[in-house]
T-cell receptor
C-alpha cells in the first residue's frame, strides 16, 4: 500500500527530449508538491498544488509544467531537457491546516540527461 | 535569511554512541512545526520526529529525541545508541502556521556511523 508513488523510478534520456513524471497519493491529502534534489542533496521546492490549484510556483524554468487532474495526482512534464535538469525529483503530499502532519514523499525519480 | 540552518555538512560517530545533529530556524510566527527526515543511500525520505512550537516536552520516538530550545530557535536531533543503519543524510524542516503549505528544508547533515 504505497502512500505516495511516482513513476518512473529512473529516467535516462537525451538533451532536447520531452519527458513526464507521474505521481499519485492515496493518503487523502489535499496538497501535493514537486521537489528537485541536486547532486549536493539540496532539496528545492518547485511547485505545490492544493486541491488542484497551483499555490507555490518557485523560480523554475517554464519548460517545467505541472498538472494536477485531481487532488490525488500531480504530474510533471519537462520540455526540451537540458543537462542541468539531471537530478532526483521527489513528489510529496501533506494535509493543509494540520501543522503537526509531515510531508510524505515518494521514492524519487532519478533523471539523467545524456 | 535562511529559514533552516544545518551547520554540519558531515558528522562521524562511533557505533553505540549518541550523536547530536544541529538545526536552527528562523521564524516570526508563534505557531510552527519542526520535522526531521532521514534519507539513506537508497534515496527515500523517511519522516522521523515532530516537535510543535507549543509543545512543552521534547519529542521522543524510540532512539530519536529532539532537543528543543525555543528561545535559541534550535531543534537538534539526538540519536542514541547509534547503529550502522543510521548512516544517512538527515534533514531538518519547518512548517509555519501562517503558510501551512510550505515546508522549509535545511541543507542536510551526512552522518556516518563507524563500526
Amino acid at each position: 500500500d504505497t502512500a505516495v508513488s511516482q513513476t518512473p523510478k529512473y529516467l535516462v534520456t537525451q538533451m532536447g527530449n520531452d519527458k513526464s513524471i507521474k505521481c499519485e497519493q492515496n493518503l487523502g491529502h489535499d496538497t501535493m508538491y514537486w521537489y528537485k534534489q541536486d547532486s549536493k542533496k539540496f532539496l528545492k521546492i518547485m511547485f505545490s498544488y492544493n486541491n488542484k490549484e497551483l499555490i507555490i510556483n518557485e523560480t523554475v524554468p517554464n519548460r517545467f509544467s505541472p498538472k494536477s487532474p485531481d487532488k490525488a495526482h500531480l504530474n510533471l512534464h519537462i520540455n526540451s531537457l537540458e543537462l542541468g535538469d539531471s537530478a532526483v525529483y521527489f513528489c510529496a503530499s501533506s494535509q493543509t491546516r494540520q501543522i503537526n502532519q509531515p510531508q510524505h514523499f515518494g521514492d524519487g525519480t532519478r533523471l539523467s540527461i545524456l | 535569511a535562511q529559514k533552516i540552518t544545518q551547520t554540519q555538512p558531515g558528522m562521524f560517530v562511533q557505533e553505540k554512541e549518541a550523536v547530536t545533529l544541529d538545526c536552527t530556524y528562523d521564524t516570526s510566527d508563534q505557531s510552527y512545526g519542526l520535522f526531521w527526515y532521514k534519507q539513506p543511500s537508497s534515496g527515500e525520505m523517511i519522516f522521523l520526529i515532530y516537535q510543535g512550537s507549543y509543545d512543552e516536552q521534547n519529542a521522543t520516538e524510540g532512539r530519536y529525541s529532539l532537543n528543543f530550545q525555543k528561545a535559541r530557535k534550535s531543534a537538534n536531533l539526538v540519536i542514541s545508541a547509534s547503529q550502522l543503519g543510521d548512516s544517512a543524510m538527515y534533514f531538518c524542516a519547518m512548517r509555519e502556521a501562517y503558510n501551512f503549505n510550505k515546508f522549509y528544508f535545511g541543507s542536510g547533515t551526512k552522518l556516518n556511523v563507524k563500526p
